[in-house]
């Protein structure tokens, strides 16, 4: 019984043949490139279409219509551009988390009202 053209079971008396193994070493060294090709090609393709998707929306202008961050130990929500804020929550910004911390230090820029809203919500929890 032969299964890709690999002896499976050979009994003790047969002989195996050597011209067949080595056939059987190309074949199964031509299908593993044919594999790896493949999926190399599918790879580069599937970056390409995210890289290229990626692209876009870079290029695209987003604009943000509030920006929060620490003010004076407290929650600032500034118009972009802004040196003081427009609003001061009173939420003591130091018994934050630290990534929540750090963000403020960065400033977190909001796109809309509904997001300015869940950051709140998130923050005064």
Known sequence: MYIFS???NTKDNEEVDPMNMKKTAVLLVSMSSVVLLLSVILFVTTFNQVSRASDTSVSETVTYQYVVKEHNGK??????GSAEPGQVLDIDASVLPELDRLALEQGIEIRS????RRLIEDFDG
């Open 6 to 8: 690999i002896p499976v």
């Open 75 to 80: 929650i600032g929500i500034f118009s972009p």
């Open 113 to 116: 009202d509904a997001e300015l």
